[in-house]
């Protein structure tokens, strides 16, 4: 089904761009790609396989049925720390909201997969490296709470340079904040899916990213706790290309499966299928 | 090298002059007790000279002196403690030291993060940097806790999460994801003390409680002062700069609402008593438990939820709703 106009609009602009930003090279096979094409094929290279990072509103574009409402989004960063290094962070984020066209890193709603009610929540990498300060611990809270109180599945689709430096011990805390929220959520017998895409890492992956039912991981996504720099710095040597990826994470038994960006819709939609027959904690208790 | 130790050198030069003089003193006809007590005035004057005022760098190194007390110091001092061993799983991890004990004659599970004072016993302990089996110890005791009705109490020292190869394949992640996800629904009081350096989620992952508790001098940050500057700024140099911006101290977090309650140190840190300084700590973690023990594990859980849930600053027009049923 296509997407409804305003989503679309919402999605990136593609034909407002150069004729150069039209086309992009794929850092894995190094063919160059038309980007409409490449966007109709929900950003995975069609020579290699690569799959490109997604925005926000595409990837939601991608998975709903057609409606998707959005909430949270009038929760907006503040400064609590002043912080300044050769920027201040407002500005930072200026810039972060000018190549995002987003408001923050992450985006939530409820929306219909096949018609199963989900809340969703989609991180974007775009925004300061997806990272979780406040707003994106908050609008995920509040989504939580909302996902709970209309008894509906909740996936969400990590990317995360992990915790915002610029928030400091806020930003920490909010990996506290979201286990509050999933911890009731599914304490109550509801049902949790992360996704967990390219790359997802510290703060978000030890927190919600791993505390899921169902743990799903996009091809080849970069997954792990240390950042790859951080390890090869502290133990002085190259790790190996495999290490940390979706593949590899499969076969050390971390996550429940790996699939590729095509089939991510219809995976989700059989997961819903499973735990739509099920009966939950809470009926049972009642 | 620790910035407080080097200072700390030109001191041990004086407090030695004092000690030698009151030897002699002792042997000699001549009172020399007015120089004695002339010195030692100075002693003061240079100490709180040096120490009066700490910049958040200076903190940090107060943080990781190696003769401040750590868990083991403030788990020797309780009235008696079983250590319960490894992950049931795979290893023992020795940066993480935790059991059944008696604090002030009250049975609890105590759990703390262990760094070494000196190179032999900082490569035992990981320099305090707890690999995801360390974590699932903790996990499985507040777990054993939360059974048996016990009260937790964590004490805090680590730089961070271990940050190696056989940890990632070990899956840290998961490791400190379910230490968080156990300690906001344990229905027994938690009081977490921050006694050295909080680093990171590998901190957190013992410190979500009712009441989180730090030393004066102690820090609590999102990452290392080193880490931060080499994830910004690609230069783990700058981590004095870091320190600055990071707003770690203990009277940063107290005024976020994040630390509860600041225990004074002596002038010059807690090494330079660290007997008292146990024993002040020890008292706050026990008053803490007596406040707590009036709540029961349904308000205990509520509160607790409720504390974190309003975490942050943000800007919205709205009114936010906060979920109050549990
Ligand atoms: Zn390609």
New binding site residues.
């Given amino acids: 089904m296509p997407a409804p106009e305003w989503l679309r609009i919402r999605r990136s602009k593609e034909g407002g761009k150069s004729d150069a930003a039209l086309w992009s090279k794929?850092p894995?096979?190094?063919?160059v790609l038309y980007r409409p094409e490449l966007a109709e094929n929900a950003y995975v290279?069609p020579?290699?396989?690569?799959h490109f990072r997604m925005s926000a509103y595409d990837r939601i574009s991608t998975i709903v049925d057609g409606d998707f409402v959005e909430i949270g989004n009038d929760v907006l960063p503040g400064d609590p720390l002043e912080w300044v290094d050769r920027k201040t962070y407002p500005n930072k984020m200026q810039a972060d909201r000018e190549k995002s066209g987003l408001s923050e890193a992450v985006v939530c709603g409820f929306g219909t997969i096949a018609n199963f009610d989900v809340a969703l929540g989609v991180m974007d990498f775009h925004f300061r490296g997806g990272t979780m300060g406040t707003v994106v611990g908050e609008r995920l809270a509040l989504l939580f709470e909302a996902a709970r109180q209309k008894k509906v599945p909740c996936i969400v689709f990590t990317a995360s340079g992990g915790a915002r430096m610029e928030e400091g011990m806020l930003a920490l805390m909010q990996m506290a904040k979201t286990t509050a929220t999933v911890t009731r959520f599914v304490e109550d017998g509801n049902f949790f899916v992360t996704v967990l895409t390219d790359p997802t890492t510290g703060g978000v992956s030890a927190s919600f990213g791993f505390q899921a039912d169902v743990i799903v991981a996009e091809s080849k996504a970069m997954i792990g706790f240390a950042g790859r720099r951080v390890i090869e710095q502290t133990i002085r040597q190259k790790l190996p290309d495999q290490f940390q990826t979706a593949e590899f994470l499969l076969e050390k038994g971390h996550i429940d499966m790996v699939v590729g960006r095509r089939d991510l819709k219809a995976t989700l939609v059989r997961l819903l299928e499973y735990a739509a027959g099920g009966r939950r904690e809470s009926e049972k208790r009642a | 090298m620790n910035v407080i130790v080097e200072r700390e050198k030109g001191l041990l030069e004086l407090e030695k002059r004092i000690a030698e003089l009151r030897t002699a003193n002792e042997s000699q006809p001549v009172d020399m007790a007015p120089e004695i007590s002339a010195l030692e005035q100075k002693y003061q004057e240079i100490l709180r000279d040096v120490f009066g005022s700490l910049t958040p760098w200076e903190k940090v190194n107060m943080a990781r002196h190696p003769g401040r007390p750590t868990s083991l110091d403030y788990i020797g001092r309780l009235d008696r403690f079983d250590e319960l061993h490894g992950d049931r799983h795979f290893r023992d991890d020795h940066a993480v030291v935790g059991g059944f004990a008696l604090l002030h004659g009250r049975p609890v599970v105590v759990i703390g993060q262990q760094r070494g004072r000196d190179t032999k016993e900082n490569l035992r302990r990981n320099f305090g940097m707890v690999t995801p089996e360390g974590y699932r110890k903790v996990n499985r005791l507040a777990k054993l806790a939360s059974h048996l009705g016990l009260p937790i109490v964590t004490f805090v020292d680590t730089k961070g999460a271990d940050p190696g190869i056989s940890s990632e394949e070990h899956a840290q992640s998961e490791a400190i994801a379910r230490c968080l996800y156990e300690f906001t629904i344990a229905r027994v009081p938690i009081v977490a003390t921050i006694v050295g350096e909080g680093g990171s989620g590998g901190a957190l992952a013992l410190a979500i409680a009712d009441t989180v508790i730090m030393l004066e001098h102690s820090v609590y940050s999102v990452a290392s002062p080193e880490g931060c500057a080499a994830i910004l700024w690609g230069d783990s140099t700058k981590a004095e700069e870091a320190a600055s911006r990071l707003k770690l101290t203990a009277q940063d977090l107290e005024r976020f609402g994040i630390v509860d309650e600041v225990v004074p140190e002596p002038l010059g840190g807690a090494h330079r008593d660290s007997s008292g300084s146990v024993t002040r700590v020890l008292a706050a973690i026990d008053a803490a438990l007596g406040r707590l023990k009036a709540l029961g594990p349904q308000k205990l859980v509520e509160e607790r939820y409720r504390k974190y849930r309003r975490l942050g600053v943000w800007q919205t027009e709205r009114r936010e709703p906060i979920e109050t049923s549990s």
């Fill in positions: 794929c894995d096979c190094g063919d290279c020579k290699c396989d690569h």
